[in-house]
């Protein structure tokens, strides 16, 4: 089997190859249907979405109680952190015989795991460094006043975190959105299987049209986060000065000798 031309000559430029890219993407037929563009890329949506709020679930709670108490924290960032070490097709693979004996065949569940896997880590760090980071007499100010620990919490301690929290959020999801391409090898139809297809029907323009939107994606969903995290802190935006209008000194007397 030939090397598709994206893989033999990655940078040269070639007319033709981007022309396959063009015509495959702005072809109709091709975003219409089950295994169409457009149902390839709402399917790579949903699972990162799931993956992402999944893991939010899992991660964010447990980091924020750890931060606060500060204890138990090195056992668990490390339990935590075995995520980042297994590689995300290894963990699909595991976790692929498990998914059929229970029934819940092929394709999302095994990648959806393998998703929340990678996206727990940068989360579960960042909201606990976040929360554990708040400063101490903003703390001390706050019990002072009479607050409990649960309104400190979350009154006081994830406002401050949130800027920390959210990047890890971030940084999760465009993990999440870029690592679900590997769906496609277990049998989930997402915009992977564009690039799996293409390949194997050396299709470069399939190939390239799924490469492409997956990097489109993965740029839109930083944006997005960006964007929230923009909304959520506005404390943090510099306030704007005010262009003072210029003085006008007052014309010059003379006075008489």
């Known amino acids: 089997?030939?090397?598709?031309?994206?893989?033999?000559?990655?940078?040269?430029?070639?007319?033709?190859?981007?022309?396959?890219?063009?015509?495959?993407?702005?072809?109709?037929d091709n975003w219409t249907g089950d295994r169409g563009i457009a149902a390839l890329l709402v399917a790579h949506v949903q699972i990162s979405v799931v993956a992402v709020l999944l893991a939010a679930a899992v991660a964010i709670v447990p980091a924020v109680l750890l931060g606060h108490t500060r204890r138990g924290a090195f056992l668990a960032v490390s339990v935590v952190n075995i995520g980042r070490a297994l590689p995300s097709f290894a963990i699909i693979a595991l976790v692929l015989p498990v998914s059929l004996e229970w029934g819940l065949g092929l394709g999302f569940w095994p990648t959806c795991v393998a998703l929340v896997l990678l996206a727990v880590p940068p989360m579960f760090t960042n909201a606990y460094t976040g929360v554990r980071?708040?400063?101490?007499g903003t703390v001390e100010a706050a019990v002072g006043m009479g607050m409990t620990p649960?309104?400190?919490?979350?009154?006081?301690?994830?406002?401050?975190?949130?800027?920390?929290?959210?990047?890890?959020v971030r940084v999760s999801a465009v993990q999440v959105v870029a690592t679900a391409t590997l769906g496609a090898l277990v049998g989930f139809s997402c915009l992977?299987?564009?690039?799996?297809?293409?390949?194997?029907q050396q299709n470069d323009g399939k190939l390239l049209t799924g490469a492409f939107?997956?990097?489109?994606?993965?740029?839109v969903?930083?944006?997005?986060?960006?964007?929230?995290?923009?909304?959520?802190?506005?404390?943090?935006?510099?306030?704007?000065?005010?262009?003072?209008?210029?003085?006008?000194d007052p014309p010059a007397v003379a006075l008489d000798a």
Do not use: K
């Not at 980071?133 to 101490?136: E, L, Q, S, T």
């Not at 964007?227 to 003072?244: D, E, H, I």
């Open 1 to 28: 089997m030939s090397v598709p031309a994206p893989l033999l000559a990655a940078g040269d430029s070639d007319p033709g190859l981007w022309s396959e890219f063009w015509s495959y993407l702005t072809t109709a």
């Open 133 to 136: 980071d708040v400063d101490p």
């Open 213 to 219: 939107l997956v990097a489109v994606l993965s740029l």
């Open 221 to 248: 969903t930083e944006a997005f986060f960006s964007l929230v995290q923009r909304l959520a802190t506005p404390w943090l935006r510099a306030p704007r000065r005010r262009a003072r209008p210029a003085r006008s």
């Open 150 to 168: 649960t309104r400190v919490v979350t009154r006081v301690e994830v406002p401050n975190a949130s800027p920390l929290i959210i990047t890890g």
């Open 192 to 200: 992977g299987s564009l690039i799996v297809e293409g390949f194997a």
